[in-house]
């Protein structure tokens, strides 16, 4: 068995493509915070390709990790010095695999944060890429406002501290930038929220503000936030996708990455302090990312919040299992042809039936056990960025709901923490509480659960709304979340057939 290190590539080269450049040689240009198995999957896999074409040696990447939990992330990597194993399973259960050698630093600003601040603060840094989840912005959705939450950042408002949250970082190492008069770097975001760079500007152009004014006109000034839209489906590692690394490829890998082989990246082309050319490996590199990422956002994400809480009242735990069945299947092309896909713009070079049909066949790859349970994290973040635009959208239109409608309800219903078996679910949501306290409420008072202004906004003072909602749960009540959807998916059928 051999250990994945620099130091086995050679022996590693006869069983699988490995990093065909001086690793060495590589410098950073990409400083990454939150490295997870998508990034991993995703940016770092694409700069990786770029890296072994040759000729860009610039553009490493150092990961950073600002949580204590990204210390196994930290632990991991540096005991391979930032190798990891990218396996790509197909739906016919083939796969193929390669090491990636793109990310060549990481550094856990807990143990010196400091150094992170320093290597943000290095000339050579000229992209600051971030995937820190829907909720690592500060953003209220419903009001549009900067409102922090988590403690580190506020602890980093405060004035002289050592800075904790990635914003607190970035805005550090950004008035070192301004003082020493080095070029700023490009702040890109490359998480699930519709006009990404734009949310990323706003969080940070808002923390900046609070501790220093000029500095914040300064970053207004002279930062690019491109937007951009990424896809791959990419599961939580497991112990068993070591064991089939280990047994496939003779190699010990202490955190492998797996995923499907479909990849997606389009990207605005709006940088400060310029790019690694990264339309020569597959990047779209356009003008205006805004309906490619709805388009995503509303299909794909909100598909996952479709699927997740009505599959898993009824029983299902992988998202294949979900699909397979054809009255899901029939309920979440449904939402997307009539509910979803009305609501977006017209995107170029995508035949959005054939995206839709796509869709389906990704969700159905059981080669990736992807779980309902990773895509139900954090849903109070999830759920108004990814389906109640379409909601409020099709509102405006006057066009259907009620598929939207009975996800809604079959979360509120998944909030009260067992399943239709009475098995108990294991909900992680840092609303929680406040969540299950408007649960209680609704057994009291259907639709008091629309009355969470945080999440909903205001859509609880709409009349079709929460009639439709109030409808949808005594559905569920009365059937459960299988006969429901057989029964909205026949009555749209019986409704088409009479049109």
Not at 258 to 285: C, K, M
Request: with cysteine.
């Amino acid at each position: 068995m051999t250990y994945l290190n620099e130091a086995a590539l050679p022996e590693l080269a006869h069983r699988l493509p490995v990093p065909t450049y001086n690793r060495s040689a590589v410098k950073t240009g990409i400083v990454h915070f939150g490295v997870g198995g998508f990034h991993r999957s995703h940016q770092a896999m694409f700069i990786d390709r770029l890296l072994n074409r040759g000729g860009c040696q610039d553009w490493g990447i150092c990961g950073v990790g600002v949580l204590p939990s990204d210390a196994q992330m930290r632990d991991a990597l540096q005991g391979q010095d930032g190798l990891y194993t990218l396996v790509l399973r197909a739906p016919d259960g083939t796969e193929t695999a390669r090491v990636i050698g793109s990310l060549t630093e990481y550094l856990f600003a807990p143990d010196d944060p400091d150094a992170v601040i320093a290597k943000l603060a290095d000339p050579d840094t000229r992209i600051v890429s971030l995937t820190v989840t829907e909720g690592g912005y500060s953003i209220n959705d419903s009001t549009g406002e900067f409102e922090p939450r988590a403690l580190d950042v506020v602890h980093d408002q405060q004035p002289d501290t050592v800075p904790r949250s990635v914003f607190g970082l970035i805005t550090a190492a950004l008035a070192q930038r301004r003082e020493q008069g080095t070029l700023p770097f490009t702040v890109m975001s490359c998480d699930n929220i519709q006009g990404n760079g734009d949310t990323a500007r706003k969080a940070l152009m808002s923390f900046a503000r609070l501790k220093d004014a000029n500095l914040a006109h300064w970053i207004s000034d002279n930062v690019a936030f491109p937007n951009s839209m990424v896809d791959r489906i990419t599961p939580v590692t497991t112990g068993a996708d070591r064991e089939t690394v280990s047994t496939n490829y003779g190699l010990t890998d202490a955190w492998p990455v797996v995923a499907e082989p479909f990849e997606q990246w389009v990207l605005e082309d709006s940088f400060t302090n310029g790019r690694p050319p990264l339309q020569d490996v597959g990047v779209q590199i356009v003008n205006n990312v805004e309906p490619y990422e709805l388009m995503k956002l509303r299909l794909l994400n909100a598909s996952h919040q479709v699927m997740s809480y009505l599959g898993y009242l009824a029983g299902y735990r992988y998202v294949h299992q979900v699909c397979s069945d054809p009255h899901f299947a029939q309920f979440i092309l449904g939402y997307m042809e009539e509910e979803a896909t009305p609501t977006l713009q017209p995107v170029p070079g995508i035949d959005l039936d054939d995206y839709r049909t796509e869709l389906l066949r990704r969700f159905s790859n059981p080669a990736i056990q992807d779980t309902l349970a990773r895509q139900m994290v954090d849903a109070s973040e999830r759920i108004p960025k990814f389906l109640l635009p379409v909601i409020r959208e099709q509102l405006e239109l006057g066009g259907p709901i009620d598929r939207a409608v009975l996800v809604l309800a079959a979360w509120s219903r998944y909030l009260e923490g067992t399943d239709e078996q009475g098995a108990p679910i294991e909900i992680t949501d840092r609303r929680l509480q406040q969540l299950q306290t408007g649960v209680r409420a609704d057994q009291a008072e259907p639709g008091a659960f629309l009355h969470l202004a945080e999440v909903f906004g205001d859509l609880g003072q709409n009349e079709r709304f929460t009639a439709a909602y109030r409808q949808a749960r005594a559905a569920l009540k009365r059937s459960g979340a299988l006969i429901a959807v057989q029964d909205l998916t026949d009555r749209s059928v019986s409704t088409r057939r009479t049109s």
